[in-house]
């Protein structure tokens, strides 16, 4: 079953759909744009306040897709990071492979 998940944004002051979360597959899927890749990190960011959810629905693996690619990370990885905010509330990042 797949599950929408959302987060607010505090520089929107809305909420956003963060992604989608697979109870079957225990993976949270985010579609990611160009506009979305932070330079500065080499990769996409997750809301801080989405960590403790996914960490509660037992996630295991998390996907990012963009128009030509797909990467998937273990979990943990994005456990181990530390939060950041450039201005969209704290974000933790994961950097794409080169």
């Known amino acids: 079953m797949k599950h929408v998940i959302q987060v ?3 520089k929107k002051q809305i909420q956003v759909k963060a992604g989608i979360f697979d109870t079957d597959t225990l993976t ?3 579609k990611a744009a160009p506009k979305h890749y932070m330079v500065k990190e080499h990769g996409y960011g997750f809301q801080e ?3 403790p959810v996914l960490e509660h629905l037992g996630c295991s693996k998390i996907t990012i897709e963009t128009k030509t690619t797909k990467h998937t990370f273990d979990f943990a990885c994005l456990q ?7 201005g969209h509330g704290l974000q933790r990042f994961l950097a794409m492979p080169k």
Do not use: A, G, H
């Open 28 to 30: 949270f899927w985010k």
């Open 80 to 86: 181990s990071r530390k939060p950041k905010d450039y």
């Open 49 to 51: 306040e989405l960590i």
């Open 8 to 10: 607010y944004d505090p």
